[in-house]
């Protein structure tokens, strides 16, 4: 597969924070007496306000915006066990060094986000899309739309790396190209990506003298 630049989501595929995201929501899943599958269920990938809009159907947008504030809270100062994952690190100094631009594309919010990218010790993407900067979140293409703009692209120019369901489909919608780290077997459209791995020290990615980049697999 041949790119010029990467678009990557921060949570599960940069950044483990997958205990601070479960014991954020099942406390909150508690507080409104949910079941924690139910809630876990349906939130990996998407904004927060979209997930409490799906489970608070009776509340005024105002009652709403509260109960972001209060997780967001939580979220964002919760930072214990977050790690980068395998190669993580090691791929974007990689790409720094090699020239290719790149920006992380997340739904989470500016106060979560930097936290996890400052905790997890990740280099500093050349962009930073977060859920204050699109209208409508993943699934829609709206994310990497702009990711890929920030970094000066065409979506076909880039490759979006994703490990849940709903990036994939926004990365797919956007008409960018699609790794799949980890993401379900049984997630809509998956067999559309372009790779499916298990880790990111499985790419191979090399910067050619006009700017293209071949990215292929290691053996």
Not at 83 to 110: C, M, N, R, Y
Not at 134 to 156: C, H, N, Q, T, W
Not at 204 to 216: C, E, F, I, L, M
């Amino acid at each position: 597969m041949q790119c010029k630049g990467f678009l990557f989501d921060l949570d599960g595929t940069l950044v483990d924070s997958l205990p601070v995201v479960e014991r954020s929501w099942c406390h909150w899943a508690d507080k409104h007496g949910l079941s924690h599958d139910e809630v876990l269920n349906f939130i990996h990938g998407k904004q927060a306000i979209t997930s409490l809009r799906h489970f608070l159907p009776g509340k005024t947008e105002a009652e709403i915006q509260a109960e972001f504030t209060w997780l967001e809270q939580i979220e964002a100062t919760d930072i214990d066990g977050i790690t980068a994952l395998p190669g993580a690190i090691a791929l974007l100094k990689h790409l720094d060094e090699a020239g290719i631009p790149w920006a992380i594309v997340t739904s989470g919010s500016i106060p979560v986000a930097h936290a996890r990218h400052k905790a997890a010790g990740l280099p500093a993407p050349k962009a930073f899309v977060t859920a204050e900067q699109v209208k409508r979140g993943k699934p829609e293409p709206d994310a990497y739309l702009l990711g890929a703009k920030l970094i000066s692209l065409e979506p076909g120019e880039c490759a979006v790396v994703e490990d849940a369901a709903a990036g994939v489909l926004s990365g797919l919608a956007a008409g960018c190209h699609v790794i799949a780290v980890n993401v379900p077997k049984d997630a809509p459209r998956l067999s559309e990506a372009d790779y499916m791995l298990t880790t990111l020290e499985a790419l191979n990615v090399v910067r050619q003298a006009d700017g293209t980049v071949d990215v292929s697999l290691k053996h």
